[in-house]
């Protein structure tokens, strides 16, 4: 029985603009895959944990492939975050400006009201990056992705967003993913309840073949997975420590000083990566 009642696949934006405090998409590390599904006892947001460097394959192997590639990768990034009594799943550039999302929420937590509508949220967590961090083109949030859960007069709720606002919505039954290429793997089996419980290890198992399956090294890692029951309540069934970077430069100093684990795939990858990333950090 499928799971699946709603199918969306959350698209890139356009870059509009430019600003001095922004990295571009080969320097930013890229997330992907966030799920979230209603059931029977709350509902349920899930995510791999990767951050892959992307490049086009033929500016640095010179195979004229024209097509993005991952050519380094690290694992343990966190992407789904508590936003007052709702979740917020992040994918695509895990960056605003040069913050990661981790150090720009818990920034807007200490801030903003917990007793908004995830709407109203989304919007104000917009308007915090904007303001706060110097964004003002939402089209600079290029690639980055949000799906965001919770319960709104005691009904459990979906929302799909891109950084101008909704996309598609849920309510009462069915699931968003931020990837239109997991939608077979939303298959439920006839002998398991729709309760988080047992619903949590069929996605991690299902993540983490969609990882095999795709084969890029964009998706992988440890997964994370929430749950919000009916009274608000998060709970976290599956979770690990996450590196907590709060800037794009403690990242990459890291990276430099080896003492964050990379994974290089082929042998240029070290070299064209902390090349990369000394020139971004050169271009402060």
């Not at 992307?54 to 492939?65: A, E, L, Q, R």
């Not at 690290?74 to 981790?102: C, M, R, V, W």
């Not at 849920?170 to 290429?181: H, T, V």
Request: proline share 5%.
């Amino acid at each position: 029985m499928k799971i699946m009642a709603l199918t969306i696949l959350l698209y890139a934006l356009t870059i509009a603009g430019t600003c001095s405090g922004q990295i571009n998409t080969e320097q930013a590390p890229h997330q992907s895959i966030i799920v979230a599904l209603i059931c029977h006892d709350g509902i349920l947001m899930a995510g791999d944990s990767r951050s892959a460097f992307i490049t086009k394959g033929d500016s640095v192997s010179k195979k004229d492939t024209g097509s993005s590639i991952a050519y380094a990768y690290f694992d343990h990034t966190q992407k789904i975050f508590p936003l007052g009594k709702y979740l917020i799943g992040i994918t695509g550039e895990g960056l605003a400006g040069k913050n990661f999302f981790s150090a720009i929420i818990q920034r807007f937590l200490s801030t903003h009201p917990g007793n908004m509508t995830i709407t109203e949220s989304f919007n104000a967590l917009m308007k915090f990056i904007q303001t706060e961090y110097g964004i003002s083109n939402p089209g600079l949030l290029q690639g980055t992705q949000f799906i965001m859960a919770g319960f709104e007069d005691d009904r459990p709720v979906i929302y799909g967003f891109s950084a101008r606002g909704i996309l598609s919505e849920k309510r009462i039954g069915g699931a968003l993913e931020s990837d239109g290429d997991f939608i077979p793997y939303l298959v439920k089996p006839d002998n398991v309840p729709l309760n988080c419980s047992e619903v949590a290890p069929l996605i991690e198992m299902e993540i983490n073949t969609f990882a095999r399956d795709k084969h890029n090294q964009l998706t992988g890692g440890p997964v994370q997975i929430l749950q919000i029951k009916p009274n608000n309540q998060t709970v976290r069934i599956k979770s690990f420590k996450p590196h907590g970077f709060k800037t794009y430069d403690e990242m990459a100093l890291a990276i430099l000083n080896e003492s964050l684990p990379v994974t290089y795939i082929y042998p240029w990858s070290e070299g064209v990566l902390k090349e990369t990333l000394r020139q971004a950090l050169g271009a402060k």
